[in-house]
């Protein structure tokens, strides 16, 4: 203990630097400036935060590091306990020295965590870890498979996280705690559910004291806290995505001089450029419109980029936008075959989402268009009108990702039924650029790498020039992008065109 308290460290495991150790995630992750915050504000314990996807003098990640040379790099790196990324990670665990450790889990970074798990429990028994996040929130129990979990937190960690920590410092029965499962005399028992918070207001700005708990935090660049919420939930429905797992489908928002406030503390800090990481920007006009002429009033001077939902898109909401700042939208599509839209509930036609693309650029904003191939409904002639859509929409960038199910959507639960996915499944071989991914029903493995080797061409040509293609980079959407909810389910790896 420092100072007679207890000390709680909270990871981001690694995941790009598996891949290659100079890859990076250049930002403070927006769930652990949460909790951190939090647990800062309401209690006596020390904390750190890790986040040990961070390499100071990185380098753009590259897709061919991705999917080809680098994904042997991710197997090795996983099984290498004597890798330079596990070596680190054991010596901040031993250096801290803390009583807790918590991880932020994503399905593509599990088996990361646990390896993070087994260096705690090899150190200290003792220390108690704690899983949460989006994968936690989908599977449950399931996670119990790794024997060195003590406890999982389901669904928003903050107010659970406190009420374990004081059950921990006070010898407490976990019984009462909502929103955890835990083992119990090698049981493993779930808790019922926890509320919402009803009221996103009383949480603390989440970078209020980021210099204070994040490790080698002087060494960030001011991007990586450039994300702001304004929102937790997503109306939507989509096939494929895990949001409403975590979130549910009501939306609550926080009020408009709260967010304004939180905005100006970041202009404070020397931020010009901001992303709102909200699943879905806004998701009503209203609100929308409400905040832009808030940001006009108050916050001069400030650029901004959010993902839009296509039904959300008309001339009058993007005219208003561009005016309080934004200058990029991010907007999925994912299909170009209406059936296929309507297979996976994205509650858009191609021909909406078109007319989208025209009002946007229309009014000179910088645009990024999400397509996914490869969902299990799909065939040769529907990917080809995926095609066909990729090569004529006028927007800035194409992010491709390939259709990858994860545990507790229900695209997973489909391709189990349809034995796309057996009992063998490792959830660590898999994500939106891996070799590995394959769940089409109509369309057999090795003709489906072919396509996506010839669409994948096709996207870096509808990308620009060699010389474009140097900007592209997955640091330029993870300085602008929220990790652990929404599209990080759907997506995984993306690869943005860079301002």
């Not at 399931?142 to 006070?170: C, H, R």
Request: glycine share 6%.
């Amino acid at each position: 203990m420092a100072d007679g308290k207890m000390k709680l460290l909270l990871i981001e495991p690694p995941f790009y630097r598996l891949y290659k150790n100079t890859y990076s995630l250049d930002r403070f992750p927006l769930s652990l400036a949460y909790l951190s915050s939090t647990v800062k504000r309401d209690t006596y314990w020390d904390v750190m935060v890790y986040n040990s996807d961070f390499y100071p003098t990185s380098e753009p990640k590259k897709v061919s590091y991705l999917s080809g040379e680098g994904f042997a790099n991710y197997l090795s790196a996983l099984e290498n306990n004597n890798s330079p990324i596990w070596l680190e990670v054991k010596k901040v665990i031993e250096d801290y020295n803390p009583d807790v450790i918590g991880i932020s889990v994503k399905s593509q970074n599990f088996a990361s965590a646990c390896n993070i798990a087994r260096l705690v429990k090899e150190f200290n028994s003792k220390i108690t870890v704690i899983f949460g996040g989006p994968h936690v929130s989908m599977v449950g129990k399931e996670i119990f498979s790794n024997e060195f979990i003590d406890i999982g937190v389901k669904g928003e960690g903050e107010m659970t996280l406190l009420e374990v920590l004081d059950a921990i410092k006070t010898g407490k029965n976990l019984d009462s705690v909502k929103g955890i499962i835990f083992r119990k005399e090698n049981v493993v028992i779930e808790n019922p559910v926890r509320e919402y918070i009803k009221d996103l207001d009383t949480l603390p700005y989440p970078y209020s004291n980021y210099t204070d708990v994040l490790k080698d935090a002087e060494k960030y660049p001011k991007t990586s806290f450039a994300n702001i919420f304004t929102t937790r939930g997503c109306p939507y429905n989509c096939f494929f995505c895990g949001s409403r797992n975590i979130w549910s489908n009501k939306v609550r928002f926080r009020s408009i001089p709260d967010v304004i406030e939180e905005v100006k503390s970041l202009q404070k800090m020397g931020l010009d450029m901001l992303h709102f990481a909200d699943d879905t920007f806004g998701v009503k006009d209203e609100h929308i419109r409400s905040l832009c002429k808030s940001l006009i009033d108050e916050c001069p001077n400030l650029t901004w980029s959010c993902e839009l939902h296509v039904k959300l898109v008309n001339e009058e909401t993007i005219s208003l936008m561009k005016k309080a700042g934004c200058w990029q939208i991010q907007m999925g599509i994912e299909s170009g075959n209406n059936e296929i839209l309507k297979a996976i509930r994205k509650n858009i036609t191609i021909e909406e989402a078109l007319k989208a693309v025209d009002i946007i650029k229309r009014h000179k904003l910088n645009l990024l268009t999400f397509f996914i191939i490869g969902f299990p409904q799909e065939t040769e002639e529907t990917i080809k009108d995926t095609v066909n859509v990729i090569e004529k929409i006028n927007s800035d960038g194409i992010v491709l990702s390939i259709f990858t199910p994860y545990p507790g959507t229900e695209a997973f639960d489909y391709c189990k039924t349809y034995n796309l996915i057996d009992n063998t499944f490792n959830v660590a071989l898999y994500n939106h650029q891996s070799p590995k991914n394959c769940f089409c029903r109509n369309i057999s493995k090795n003709r489906f790498r072919e396509i996506v080797e010839n669409v994948e061409k096709i996207v870096d040509r509808k990308n620009g020039t060699n010389k474009k293609k140097q900007l592209f980079s997955f640091s330029t959407f993870d300085k602008i992008k929220k990790q652990g909810i929404g599209r990080s389910l759907q997506k995984g790896f993306k690869i943005l065109f860079g301002k």
